[in-house]
């Protein structure tokens, strides 16, 4: 068997019953890097050397019983996620050539676990993007159809991770992007409370919005990495204070009896058929198991990503200023066209005489969003719908006009207004083999919710087995 094929579950229990080692663990995922990257292009930059020398040292750990929660274990962090002395662009040239002095806290928290920084996954530069065609550094393709996007921002996790290349891989999710290339992959992918993760040290794209967490092969293996990357940080103004559960102790328990909210909005006209198929067979499969299946009403969720876009380009413009090309990067005329665009929308949302109308707005927006999920959160206790309105699409299908790639974030972006967590995982195929997603949302703080109902799902259906294959 390949070692690659493992979950993080398997491989953990495989370093500490010494079937294999570390460095070969190490040494077969890179080695399936070299192999599959130069054409799905999951990865900007491979750390080899480093990934060996520290599994070597974590062989020597392992060999002296130690028991760090992701010891041996290959990571790959999407590039813009700042690492010490290994180069991080977020995908844009403008920081080309940026090596930074420090790691951000989940870095620092995954290393400490004893993870292994394999690589840094490609991304649309700066996180601005569905699909992964925003890239400067070329698009990244879908493992189960190379003529298909893997879906966005974190487009290189979601390959990396979908083609057995990493057991983890890591995303930012301001309005989607770590749930839409998981649903469009075949893999589990959380966007956590806002503040659940630290934002130290990950380029920030929206800052009100941004959250920080991970992709995994099963929602075990996700558990388990946020129990190791989540929890106050004094160096985030915004991290959340609340004690961090033991995640994957608690995915056991019983899931009868909770109530399912199935929200109208997002079954409607513009849902392909498929994919609401998809997904309402999901639910009876949860039906059967003893959940109690509730139509319910977002009633503003048509105005969830207008909100979400005025916000997110203020707040963008403003984070972007920081480029300057003086301390640090390349000059401002670097910046690809989407930056450019999400720069000026968000300088004229913010500008005098047109606050009013656009920006402040928007705050009042986010209210009304915010309230239709406390409301609905009083009568049910899980939301269940669709990751995105259709299937993975073809490269230039949307990218051709900037308004029908944003429209992919309608069912993504609610929960970024929102600030509350959301969980994506594996529902099934389309006839012609292409993956299909559900998302479970919850309150704040409702992880260990959301990932015990998305395991018994998962142990139900197993879609996980199922793998791509892949050619050179
Ligand atoms: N697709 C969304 C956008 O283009 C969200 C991006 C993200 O979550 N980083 O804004």
């Known amino acids: 068997m390949e070692l690659t094929s493992l979950r993080l579950k398997e491989a953990l229990e495989g370093l500490e019953n010494k079937k294999f080692s570390s460095v070969e663990l190490i040494k077969s995922h890179i080695g399936r890097i070299k192999k599959f990257n130069k054409k799905i292009n999951a990865f900007i930059t491979i750390c080899?050397?480093?990934?060996?020398?520290?599994?070597?040292?974590?062989?020597?750990?392992?060999?002296?019983?130690a028991k760090n929660a992701l010891l041996g274990i290959p990571v790959a962090l999407k590039d813009n996620w700042v690492t010490k002395g290994i180069r991080s662009t977020a995908a844009s040239k403008v920081l080309d050539n940026y090596i930074p002095q420090y790691d951000a806290t989940a870095v620092v928290r995954l290393k400490a676990a004893g993870a292994i920084i394999i690589g840094k996954t490609n991304l649309d530069a700066w996180g601005h993007g569905s699909s992964g065609e925003h890239s400067d550094y070329g698009n990244t393709l879908n493992p189960w159809d190379y003529s298909r996007v893997t879906g966005g921002s974190s487009s290189g996790s979601g390959a990396a991770v979908s083609a057995d290349m990493t057991l983890v891989g890591t995303g930012t999710d301001t309005g989607g992007s770590i749930r839409q290339p998981a649903a469009f992959c075949n893999v589990v992918g959380l966007k956590p409370t806002y503040g659940r993760v630290s934002r130290y040290g990950i380029i920030a794209m929206a800052s009100s919005t941004d959250s920080i967490a991970h992709l995994t092969?099963?929602?075990?293996?996700?558990?388990?990495?946020?129990?190791?990357?989540?929890?106050?940080?004094?160096?985030?103004?915004?991290?959340?204070?609340?004690?961090?559960?033991?995640?994957?102790?608690?995915?056991?328990?019983?899931?009868?009896?909770?109530?399912?909210?199935?929200?109208?909005?997002?079954?409607?006209?513009?849902?392909d058929e498929i994919v609401a198929d998809t997904c309402h067979k999901a639910l009876k499969v949860l039906e059967d198991l003893g959940c109690k299946l509730v139509d319910i009403s977002l009633p503003h969720t048509k105005y969830a990503y207008p909100v979400y876009a005025v916000i997110q380009a203020s707040e963008?413009?403003?984070?972007?200023?920081?480029?300057?090309?003086?301390?640090?990067?390349?000059?401002?005329k670097m910046f690809g066209d989407e930056a450019k665009r999400r720069i000026m929308m968000g300088t004229h949302s913010l500008s005098s005489g047109y606050a009013d109308k656009y920006y402040h707005q928007s705050l009042k927006g986010r209210t009304l969003i915010?309230?239709?999920?406390?409301?609905?959160?009083?009568?049910?206790?899980?939301?269940?719908?669709?990751?995105?309105?259709?299937?993975?699409?073809?490269?230039?299908?949307?990218?051709?006009?900037?308004?029908?790639?944003?429209?992919?974030?309608?069912?993504?972006?609610?929960?970024?207004?929102?600030?509350?967590?959301s969980l994506?995982?594996?529902?099934?195929?389309?006839?012609?083999?292409?993956?299909?997603?559900?998302?479970?949302?919850?309150?704040?703080?409702?992880?260990?919710?959301?990932?015990k109902v998305a395991y018994r799902y998962e142990q139900e259906t197993k879609w996980y087995l199922k793998k791509p294959k892949l050619y050179e």
Do not use: H
Request: with cysteine.
């Open 48 to 65: 080899e050397e480093e990934a060996l020398s520290q599994a070597r040292e974590a062989d020597t750990l392992i060999a002296k019983k």
């Open 217 to 271: 092969k099963t929602v075990w293996d996700n558990a388990r990495v946020l129990s190791v990357t989540a929890g106050f940080d004094p160096m985030d103004g915004t991290a959340g204070k609340n004690e961090v559960p033991n995640y994957e102790d608690l995915l056991q328990g019983k899931i009868s009896g909770l109530k399912i909210g199935i929200p109208k909005e997002y079954f409607g006209k513009g849902t």
């Open 370 to 421: 915010i309230r239709d999920f406390m409301e609905a959160y009083k009568k049910i206790d899980v939301i269940a719908c669709p990751v995105w309105p259709f299937l993975p699409f073809k490269f230039d299908e949307r990218a051709i006009d900037p308004l029908k790639m944003y429209l992919s974030d309608v069912f993504t972006a609610p929960a970024n207004v929102s600030g509350n967590p």
């Open 424 to 451: 994506s995982v594996p529902a099934g195929f389309s006839p012609d083999k292409l993956p299909i997603g559900i998302q479970f949302m919850g309150p704040n703080y409702s992880e260990d919710l959301l990932y």
């Open 316 to 332: 963008v413009s403003s984070n972007l200023l920081r480029y300057d090309g003086v301390r640090y990067g390349n000059e401002r």
